[in-house]
């Protein structure tokens, strides 16, 4: 069975969360699963052109295996917040949602220019979010070096919004 096939065996369908019609893939099994943890870890890293200089991981789901890659990479974990939840000075990046806008930020000067910076989410939807992200980098003069996803939910085309930034975009497992 490859990484893909495995999360797919765990992951939880959640029909009508968080609205109706939606079909919302939760993780959470993904957790109760120290292996397939550590598999996905190993397949992030190997599918990384290179060691990136830090890692950013997106609230919250982002944070998780975010971390566990700056850990294992012994790389800075940078955290991508919502506005409003990180204590220091920040830099923000507003986007649009499909009903509204959000907006991220990180704290100032943790990234540095010229740095080349993995961004990590759980899931590529839109790529709202990442691309966000990805904005937030290229202000400090820094590079993504490459998106790392657990899902793609490739009918939502959220690749495409992303490759302007990298054509590293690693994502384990699609629906």
Same mark, same amino acid.
């Given at each position: 069975m490859d990484i893909s096939q495995k999360i797919q065996s765990v992951i939880r369908?959640? #029909?009508d969360f968080p609205t109706p019609g939606v079909n919302f893939k939760d993780i959470t099994p993904i957790f109760e699963n120290p292996s397939l943890c550590q598999d996905i870890v190993s397949a992030f890293i190997s599918s990384i052109p290179q060691k990136p200089d830090a890692v950013i991981g997106i609230e919250s789901r982002g944070f998780l295996f975010g971390f566990l890659l700056a850990y294992q990479l012994q790389v800075p974990f940078l955290l991508a917040r919502k506005a409003g939840? &990180? #204590?220091?000075? =920040?830099v923000k990046k507003e986007y649009a949602l499909?009903? !509204?806008?959000?907006a991220i930020e990180i704290n100032e000067?943790? @990234?540095?220019? !010229?740095?080349k910076i993995l961004i990590h989410d759980d899931l590529l939807a839109t790529g709202g979010t %990442?691309? %966000?992200a990805a904005e937030l980098v290229k202000h400090?003069? %820094?590079?993504? &070096? %490459?998106? =790392?996803?657990? @899902?793609? &939910?490739?009918f939502l085309?959220?690749?495409e919004k992303l490759l302007p930034? =990298? #054509?590293? @975009? @690693?994502?384990l497992t699609r629906y």
């Open positions: 369908e959640v #029909p939840k &990180l #204590p220091y000075k =920040t499909e009903y !509204g806008n959000a000067g943790s @990234i540095k220019e !010229g740095q %990442a691309s %966000a400090h003069n %820094a590079d993504v &070096l %490459a998106f =790392t996803f657990l @899902i793609e &939910l490739s085309k959220g690749k930034y =990298t #054509p590293n @975009i @690693i994502c």
